[in-house]
């Protein structure tokens, strides 16, 4: 997955407006289904747990279908791409000490997926104004750059591929 500058005014919008019409609709799912089955099936107990459960179910469904049926639209573009990077970044999390360690013994892989990952969360941080943990990604950062001039390298995220992730 190629990294690519997302415009942060349009994904900002798009996604609050997708994070409120999510809302409303599972509200509003979930209340209008659990209120038409309890209609059809009253429980004289007076419990409607089960009903209420289902119908926070049906519509998580029914969002699921809709979220990925339209994922491709135009105006889910920023969204989805951001959603898919976060998704890259976590594969990468998950195998992160295995490949920082591959990194320090002079795998060009694992080193080409370091740059990847800090590029990549360079990204989010600034899409989502998250500066909390920039100094720690510029250290990091600093420290590859200074393994892969070790090793005369040069690091570039736009080779990293997915499969390189298998080896770890």
Not at 1 to 6: A, C, S, T, W
Not at 133 to 148: H, N, P, R, S, W
Request: proline share 2%.
């Amino acid at each position: 997955m190629e990294l690519v500058d997302v415009n942060k005014a349009r994904y900002r919008k798009h996604l609050n407006i997708i994070i409120v019409v999510s809302i409303v609709a599972l509200a509003a799912g979930s209340l209008g289904i659990s209120q038409s089955l309890i209609a059809l099936f009253p429980d004289p107990d007076g419990s409607h747990f089960h009903w209420n459960l289902l119908g926070v179910i049906l519509t998580v469904i029914a969002m699921a279908m809709i979220f990925r049926s339209i994922k491709h639209h135009p105006f889910m573009t920023e969204v989805t791409y951001v959603w898919e990077l976060k998704k890259v970044l976590n594969r990468i999390n998950r195998k992160g000490d295995k490949i920082k360690h591959a990194a320090q013994q002079g795998d060009v892989d694992a080193m080409t997926i370091l740059q990847y990952s800090y590029s990549g969360s360079r990204l989010l941080w600034n899409l989502d104004d998250n500066n909390i943990v920039i100094d720690e990604l510029t250290v990091a950062q600093a420290e590859l750059d200074t393994l892969a001039k070790e090793h005369q390298l040069t690091l570039e995220p736009k080779n990293f591929k997915i499969e390189m992730l298998e080896k770890y």
